[in-house]
């Protein structure tokens, strides 16, 4: 399943698919980007990051994508677990400056 | 376990009640963040503190105070808050001021406040 946006839209995804978390960000100067999970009750949790050199980057199970001509960011995770279950969000950043997304809930259904 | 504590978890305070959230952070860093996240709200950033020193004020109103006794504490003081205010307050930390936007920064879990 494929979610777009900054708004808090949610993504309904059968256990075992792979899900695609995509983002928009605002500053073509960002050089530096980030996927957090949060957890219900919890604070963000790093889980992957870019940089502006890079076009693709591969953790275990995430991939995060860039596209810095459409300034598009997208986080894709395979073979989605229950313990995926969290709000996602993207944070672009560099310069001293960082900005933090909505975020992207994500539901996996067992 | 993150590395970086809140305390308390919760917190349900009147308006007219003074009190005060806890950071502390066993990372080595030097940078420390104040955060306020609402409901469907990006993360907002309140007040950055690097090598002590405070170098960011987002804002935000003088019912907020914060203290940064040195770089492995940050608390914050309140007093007189509206209900506005109820929100997740998050504390997070990274090497430095610097490298805290361009690495990632370490949070803690949260203190949930309620105004009643």
């Known amino acids: 399943g494929e979610s777009v946006g900054l708004h808090l839209p949610t993504l309904s995804v059968q256990e075992g698919d792979n899900s695609i978390i995509n983002c928009a960000y605002s500053?073509?100067?960002?050089?530096?980007f980030i996927w957090y999970k949060q957890e219900s009750g919890k604070g963000p949790q790093f889980i992957i990051d870019?940089?502006?050199?890079?076009d693709k980057r591969q953790g275990q199970r995430v991939t995060v994508l860039l596209n810095k001509t459409v300034k598009h960011l997208s986080l894709q995770i395979a073979a989605t677990q229950p313990g995926d279950s969290a709000v996602y969000f993207c944070v672009e950043g560099g310069y001293q400056k960082v900005t933090f997304g909505t975020g992207t809930k994500l539901q996996v259904i067992p | 376990e993150t590395g970086v504590t809140q305390t308390p978890r919760h917190l349900v305070m009147g308006m007219t009640n003074k009190k005060s959230l806890k950071c502390e952070q066993h990372l080595g860093h030097n940078a420390m963040y104040w955060y306020k996240q609402s409901a469907k709200k990006p993360l907002e950033l309140m007040f950055v503190y690097n090598f002590k020193e405070q170098t960011e004020n987002n804002s935000v109103p003088s019912r907020f105070s914060p203290e940064c006794p040195n770089s492995s504490h940050l608390f914050l003081h309140l007093h007189t808050l509206q209900p506005e205010d109820s929100a997740l307050y998050l504390c997070?930390?990274?090497?430095?001021?610097?490298?805290?936007?361009?690495?990632?920064?370490?949070f803690g879990d949260g203190t949930r406040l309620s105004i009643l």
């Open positions: 870019i940089r502006s050199n890079m």
């Open positions: 500053n073509s100067a960002s050089d530096y």
């Open positions: 997070a930390s990274s090497q430095d001021k610097l490298t805290g936007s361009n690495q990632p920064q370490h």
